[in-house]
């Protein structure tokens, strides 16, 4: 089965530029998504096919892919990026499902 | 703007039931698949299941086969019937909009309902 393994945490200082990381274990990589869910709130989509960035999310995310490795930057990270990230693939090799990393919490202190 | 809002939440014992509604605005709801993702206290999202914009395919998580049921409505909503609930179950239930007819990927994400099963 399709899976996506995720750092449990990752910490940085604000300004500071935040890197998560999200590792297939199967090749070819699919596409890759991130969600950002804050506090007791729902899931927020920030990327999607691996690097492209809905309207309304601030241009410091960004999403970049290589081999099995897909990875979130937050290029100045600021202090309400505090949050829980969790990349996502879609795994069609034969029923469909979707796949979610086991998230990584983002520390800005 | 996209809204989706989850009811019908509660607690259960185990070996019960319990519906869960998705009522949907901000988008024409007959052109989307739609899925539901669970994510139990202090856990990660696991996927529950999705449907076809016209509810012709339908997939669900092995966790829950047999035992859940997704469907849809003509009236902007979406359900999740669920039966022999165990306390594994126990958690918050989201709605959630495919970007596709098909099965592309979550663009959005309603508030979630929570589901407690327990004696």
């Known amino acids: 089965s399709y899976e996506l393994t995720q750092p449990p945490s990752v910490s940085v200082s604000p300004g500071q530029t935040a890197r998560i990381t999200c590792s297939a274990d199967?090749?070819?990589?699919?596409?890759v998504y991130w969600y950002q869910q804050k506090s007791g709130q729902a899931p927020v989509l920030v990327i999607y096919?691996?690097?492209k960035r809905p309207s309304g999310i601030p241009e410091r995310f960004s999403g970049s892919s290589s081999g099995t490795m897909a990875t979130l930057t937050i290029s100045g990270a600021q202090v309400e990026d505090e949050a829980d990230y969790f990349c996502?693939?879609?795994?069609?090799?034969?029923?469909?499902?979707?796949?979610f990393g086991g998230g990584t919490k983002l520390t800005v202190l | 703007q996209v809204q989706l809002v989850e009811s019908g939440g509660g607690v259960v014992q185990p070996g019960g039931s319990l519906r869960l509604s998705c009522e949907v605005s901000?988008?024409?709801?007959?052109?989307?698949?739609m899925h539901w993702v669970r994510q139990a206290p202090g856990k990660g999202l696991e996927w529950v299941a999705f449907?076809?914009?016209?509810?012709?395919?339908r997939f669900y998580a092995d966790s829950v086969k047999g035992r859940f049921i997704i469907s849809r409505d003509n009236s902007k909503t979406m359900y999740l019937q669920m039966s022999s609930l165990r306390s594994e179950d126990t958690a918050v239930y989201y709605c959630?909009?495919?970007?596709?007819?098909?099965?592309?990927?979550?663009?959005?994400w309603g508030q979630g309902t929570l589901v407690t099963v327990s004696a």
């Open positions: 096919e691996d690097n």
């Open positions: 199967a090749l070819p990589k699919k596409y």
């Open positions: 996502s693939s879609i795994d069609s090799s034969g029923i469909h499902r979707v796949v």
């Open positions: 449907i076809r914009y016209d509810g012709s395919n």
């Open positions: 959630a909009k495919d970007s596709d007819y098909r099965f592309g990927y979550i663009d959005y």
């Open positions: 901000g988008f024409t709801f007959n052109n989307y698949g």
